[in-house]
């Protein structure tokens, strides 16, 4: 039961994953590359609050 909840876990991690890389790639078609001091900022941001990417 434990391995089969892991394995579900997992799928929906993968899941999200990839959708939220399929929406980055969509919003780049239609708005043009992510800057890299926005994407630089956010980091700091995350890594302030202990969201280590």
């Known amino acids: 039961m434990v ?3 892991s394995v579900l876990v997992t799928a ?3 899941r999200r994953s ?3 890389l399929d929406m ?3 919003w780049e078609a239609v708005e ?3 800057a890299q001091e926005h994407l630089e900022s956010a980091d700091a941001v995350l890594d ?3 969201i280590g990417c």
Do not use: F, N, T
């Open 12 to 14: 929906r991690r993968r």
């Open 3 to 5: 391995v089969k909840r």
């Open 18 to 20: 990839r959708a939220l």
């Open 32 to 34: 043009g590359p992510i």
């Open 48 to 50: 302030r609050q202990g």
């Open 24 to 26: 980055i790639a969509s």
